[in-house]
């Protein structure tokens, strides 16, 4: 299905609490929620997809298959082209009655959003290169939603913010939440590395303790 990367004509928590009204059936898949998002784009997609792990609701088993979705729209990003998106994942369903609730309360929070986003510091939104450059820090969050570190804290969350700072920025021009969207990835990569580091220093302890 074409999509284009385009601007938003309307607020977020407007877009999502239509989206969230619009929704009768028991289940929904990824590829007709896309098209409840309509003119609104692929960045709008993204978002969307974030707001499971914002959020203290419950929708099992999501973090890799959102993670690739957005993986891709990344790359799209990145070489100013549609992204292709694979039949299989974009036809996986989803219960109405997980969705339904986290679309609701994110168009709640989003109306907060929707005031504070506002085209600045332009720089970081226009010219091929920057939006390569957008598109691959939208990548790097995507590989670091998708890290099997789902049960430890903040592991889903510090990402998904990301994510949803980058496609905002993108969205509305707004460059400052765009450099969030940096900070947080940045953010993200540290608190990884000091789990990594974690682990192997108590590895390391043990197997010491162990052969000893």
Excluded at 179 to 194: D, E, K, M, R
Aim: proline share 6%; hydrophobic share 55%; charged share 10%.
């Amino acid at each position: 299905m074409p999509v284009e990367l385009s601007d938003p004509k309307k607020g977020l928590s407007e877009t999502l609490s239509s989206v969230a009204s619009g929704i009768s059936a028991e289940r929904i898949t990824l590829r007709e929620l896309l098209e409840m998002v309509g003119e609104q784009g692929m960045l709008v997609f993204c978002i969307l997809l974030t707001i499971p792990f914002l959020l203290p609701v419950s929708i099992p088993g999501v973090s890799t298959v959102f993670g690739v979705i957005i993986f891709l729209i990344g790359i799209g990003v990145a070489l100013n082209r549609i992204p292709w998106l694979p039949e299989k994942l974009m036809n996986r369903a989803i219960e109405s009655s997980h969705i339904i609730p986290a679309l609701e309360r994110a168009s709640i929070i989003f109306v907060r959003l929707d005031r504070l986003i506002r085209p600045r510091l332009l720089t970081m939104t226009h010219g091929t290169t920057i939006n390569r450059v957008n598109g691959i820090l939208l990548v790097i969050a995507a590989l670091l939603l998708m890290a099997p570190f789902g049960a430890i804290p903040l592991t889903n969350t510090l990402p998904a913010v990301a994510i949803l700072f980058l496609a905002s920025g993108m969205l509305q021009r707004d460059g400052l939440f765009v450099i969030g969207g940096y900070l947080a990835v940045v953010s993200t990569i540290i608190y990884f590395s000091i789990l990594l580091g974690g682990a192997f220093l108590a590895g390391h302890g043990l197997n010491t303790l162990l052969t000893s």
